[in-house]
């Protein structure tokens, strides 16, 4: 059954000793920023992560600057060195902090560094696990996060090929239901979610896996360990943060 449940049951990543400079997607608001691991399929990146964050002054800066002229597009953090499976919690040696620097827009595409030596605390680790090019199918497709006035839903990476995408969502009023579409109290979204909630999305005015702006989607929320029944929420789609598919095909 589907309905709310607090930790994905995907293997967590895989110790590692392999020091990278990995490159995140930064987003969110002032009050809540994240950071999403770029991903690939190869080994030690093989890793889909999201982090809440403090930026420190000088990082909070660079992004406040990019907003007071207008940029409203990406933003990228590249770190200085480490293992991505460390943003596990359950790693051996798990990120407590990140130092970097900071992109408007993708590096990869000789877009311009804003700020370097950039300090990034991790508040908490939303999501991580380690990819699986051939596993199985049938998990939940997305993931989702954030908080009133601030929702989020981020595709779960599942088996070769798959796409890398994030987008902002809003909760649809009253479109809380039981799986059997009795009306449910929307308390449950009251608190937000600091952890991802694993969800399929269904067919509702959804055209294909990837989200599209303006659409609406149910998602299907698995059941709680308590016994609390699954439940079906709306989200609005307003606008794509991230999509990426060239490094997973």
Not at 26 to 36: A, E, H, P, Q, R
Not at 47 to 64: F, H, P, W
């Amino acid at each position: 059954m589907f309905g709310l449940h607090t930790h994905d049951r995907a293997r967590p990543p895989a110790a590692s000793t392999t020091t990278v400079a990995p490159a995140m997607v930064v987003f969110g608001t002032g009050t809540d920023c994240y950071l999403s691991h770029l991903p690939s399929f190869e080994p030690p990146s093989d890793v889909q992560a999201i982090v809440s964050v403090d930026l420190d002054e000088r990082g909070r800066g660079a992004l406040g600057a990019d907003l007071r002229v207008g940029y409203l597009g990406n933003h990228t953090f590249v770190g200085d060195g480490f293992v991505p499976a460390d943003l596990d919690p359950a790693s051996e040696r798990p990120v407590t902090e990140l130092r970097g620097t900071l992109f408007r827009g993708d590096p990869r595409r000789g877009c311009p560094m804003i700020a370097t030596g950039v300090l990034a605390t991790v508040r908490s680790v939303v999501f991580a696990a380690r990819l699986e090019p051939f596993g199985l199918a049938g998990r939940p497709t997305h993931l989702c996060f954030g908080r009133p006035g601030h929702w989020y839903l981020a595709h779960r990476i599942g088996r070769r090929p798959s796409f890398d995408q994030i987008a902002a969502v809003r909760r649809v009023p009253g479109g809380v239901t039981d799986l059997l579409g009795e009306p449910r109290s929307d308390e449950v979204f009251a608190g937000g979610f600091a952890v991802a909630q694993p969800v399929i999305l269904g067919q509702r005015e959804f055209h294909g896996q990837r989200l599209r702006t303006g659409e609406v989607v149910v998602a299907a929320f698995r059941a709680d360990a308590d016994g609390q029944r699954g439940l079906l929420a709306e989200f609005e789609v307003e606008r794509q943060i991230h999509l990426e598919v060239g490094d997973l095909s």
